[in-house]
């Protein structure tokens, strides 16, 4: 298949970029490149694919519309993963419009995209940051998200809802994925499995957020990129038995789904850093910090829907998990 990668050049982008090649599929990844973290990693990303002759590398914004119209009228993809995003919560604190262009007018874009080209299938990136105030654990795709608790939040509840209107309004399939702490080789810089290790290879100390209390549903990388191929291959269908008056917040009468896509055990953080000083083999010295403003205390996957309709089954563990990434990590920032 031809399929279009958004955020070709991200952490989770260009290893679902690696997986579809490796499978024989044509891929045309986009990305802006943006500053909002070290470009040069992002190019290094990107050489892993470039070797590829069924790789292609274009750089866009989302927010472009002309650039984006062009892109979708002459290359015809099949089926498209958007992966773009201004991502972060933190950082929606402090730069609230970069959320607004790229999650709600390129997504726009990208939806306008599909509809006009009739691809078969979109396959979007959601966010476990979608729950906010919710406290019912494990987090279900059948609960209530109405209550985000920062700006990047609401955007991803926006795409969610955006989609469903394409969905209901034109039939097309669209799947919204909710990722849960996604870590391992070439991830982000801003997010903490990087920020730890240098930190603990540098002897600095790292800050301990919420006295240590959070637990994260940690999911491995390799994991989320079996999850995404498989949601991609699984284009979304009407549920025959949604009601108005029992509406499922999980699915439609339209061909249009939502899915948590985590490892369903959660990690508290305290043991999640003593992982990684046993594979760096130092210890960290830590600065317990309160609950950050639109954090979460928890995260908390319940993926038994996505297991039952694509066999999504994470099999990495935490311990080797960290063990992989530390090895990358050392290899690649040369510590």
């Known amino acids: 298949m031809k399929i279009l990668v958004t955020g070709a050049a991200g952490f989770i982008g260009c290893h679902v970029c690696r997986r579809l090649l490796d499978r024989g599929d044509e891929v045309v990844g986009i990305d802006n490149l943006n500053s909002y973290y070290d470009v040069s990693l992002k190019e290094a990303r990107l050489d892993l694919l470039r070797d590829d002759a069924d790789f292609r590398f274009i750089r866009l914004d989302l927010a472009d519309r002309e650039g984006m119209e062009e892109l ?12 773009a995003a201004q991502a972060g919560v933190r950082y929606s604190l402090k730069n609230p419009h970069a959320y607004v262009d790229s999650n709600l007018v390129g997504f726009m874009n ?14 979007y990136a959601s966010s476990s940051s979608v729950y906010g105030a919710n406290e019912t654990m494990p987090f279900s795709v059948h609960d209530n998200v109405d209550h985000p608790l920062s700006l990047y939040a609401a955007s991803k509840k926006a795409n969610e809802l955006m989609a469903h209107t394409y969905s209901h309004l034109y039939s097309l399939p669209t799947t919204g994925l909710r990722f849960f702490t996604v870590y391992g080789p070439w991830g982000r810089p801003d997010m903490s ?4 290790a240098k930190a603990i290879v540098e002897g600095k100390t790292i800050k301990v957020f919420n006295y240590g209390k959070h637990r994260r549903d940690f999911t491995f990388i390799d994991d989320i990129t079996e999850g995404v ?8 269908v009407p549920n025959p038995d949604w009601s108005g008056l029992q509406p499922d917040p999980g699915s439609s009468r339209a061909p249009w789904r939502v899915y948590n896509i985590g490892n369903s055990e959660p990690v508290n953080l305290m043991d999640y850093i003593g992982a990684l000083e046993r594979a760096l083999g130092k210890t960290a ?6 609950l950050q403003p639109g954090d979460v205390p928890d995260t908390y996957a319940d993926v038994e ?26 290899e690649y920032y040369k510590c």
């Not at 990208?110 to 396959?123: D, K, M």
């Not at 499995?193 to 730890?196: A, M, N, T």
């Not at 010295?285 to 309160?290: C, G, N, R, S, V």
């Open 193 to 196: 499995p990087i920020l730890f």
């Open 285 to 290: 010295d830590k600065e317990y910090l309160p």
């Open 72 to 83: 979708f009228r002459v290359e015809k993809f099949r089926r498209v993963v958007n992966l």
């Open 305 to 330: 829907q996505l297991r039952h309709d694509v066999g999504y089954r994470p099999g990495t563990p935490l311990e080797e998990g960290i063990g992989r990434f530390v090895d990358w990590f050392r």
């Open 229 to 236: 191929v498989r949601t991609l291959d699984h284009v979304a």
């Open 110 to 123: 990208v939806l306008e995209g599909c509809r006009r080209e009739q691809v078969e299938h979109l396959v």
